[in-house]
């Protein structure tokens, strides 16, 4: 079960992934939404210890909940907003550029595809062409909550709905050989994104590990990050329109390394989750 201490609990058993959070939340000011599968409907809820309570309306506009309620075991939860583009940084933590590198001044972005997507507890496909080189990249990720054009620094926050998890696989040999990202980074699944959508989290106070096979390879305060989520929002904006339910990835810390077939990697973040995805071969 990981982890009780940060409010969110994820129980693996039999390859089935639980959801849930601790009823004592030390983020009690932070709202968790979820998009889920219910038989065959698609629903947005707010996670509750192991309960999922629906909401009707818009989760950009106006909402409320329906009172209708499900258990979380009980359903299949989806990565948290479908976007019309996925957008990532590169270089946004100082201990990830190489040591002849220079901090860049703006931040550093590049696409994802959306159909790189994948929903909590379903697996990373390593692609059969792959040498095996696929490389994990725990990612704090912006989630917009209203149409941003070229707004300013002090009008970015109220144009970001809240965060969630992500992971942006890389497969380097890919990367240092192709002249353009598309497939590094972009192939089906190489983009987990979940469990939710946190609101109101103070996202400086919180810390991104990633564990792979329960040990942390990965760990850095988000208060880190180079270009933090209102710079990248509004520069972003000056050029591409983002849009309600829009996602950036906004960089990975520290050294990665190669994943394979049979590893689990999660992604964790204090007051938002536990991303949990499997490695298998394509």
């Known amino acids: 079960m990981y982890p009780s201490r940060r409010g969110f609990l ?5 390859g089935v992934v639980t959801w849930g959070c601790s009823e004592s939340d030390p983020y009690p000011g932070v709202t968790r939404y979820v998009r889920y599968k219910q038989d065959d409907a698609v629903k947005f809820g707010v996670l509750k210890g192991d309960t999922i309570a629906e909401i009707e309306g818009d989760l950009f506009g106006d909402r409320a909940l329906s009172g209708n309620t499900v258990e979380a075991k009980n359903v299949k939860l989806l990565y948290p907003i479908e976007p019309s583009k996925v957008l990532s940084l590169a270089g946004n933590y100082k201990d990830h550029l190489d040591e002849d ?3 860049p001044e703006n931040p550093e972005v590049f696409y994802k595809t959306i159909s790189s997507l994948q929903h909590p507890g379903d697996p990373i496909v390593m692609p059969p062409d792959s040498n095996g080189n696929l490389h994990f990249e725990a990612e704090f990720v912006i989630v917009i909550g209203k149409k941003a054009q070229r707004i300013s620094l002090e009008e ?3 144009h970001i709905l809240g965060y969630t998890c ?3 696989v890389s497969e380097r040999d890919w990367q240092d050989g192709d002249m353009q990202w598309w497939r590094c980074k972009g192939a089906d699944t190489f983009s ?5 959508i946190a609101t109101g989290l103070d996202f400086e106070k919180s810390t991104m590990r990633l564990r792979l096979n329960g040990e942390i390879k990965q760990e ?3 208060a880190d990050l180079i270009h933090k989520p209102a710079e990248t929002v509004s520069f972003i904006s000056h050029y591409v329109t983002l849009l309600p339910g829009d996602v950036i990835f906004t960089g ?4 990665t390394s190669a994943m394979k077939v049979g590893d689990v990697a999660k992604v964790e973040i204090d ?3 536990v991303l949990i995805n499997p490695v298998i071969a394509g």
Request: proline letters at 14%.
């Open 166 to 168: 992500g992971h942006d």
């Open 252 to 255: 990975t810390p520290g050294q």
């Open 220 to 222: 850095a305060a988000l």
């Open 192 to 196: 987990p994104m979940g469990p939710v």
């Open 101 to 103: 590198q220079a901090v």
């Open 271 to 273: 007051g938002i989750g």
């Open 10 to 14: 994820a129980t693996v058993a039999g």
């Open 156 to 158: 970015a926050p109220d």
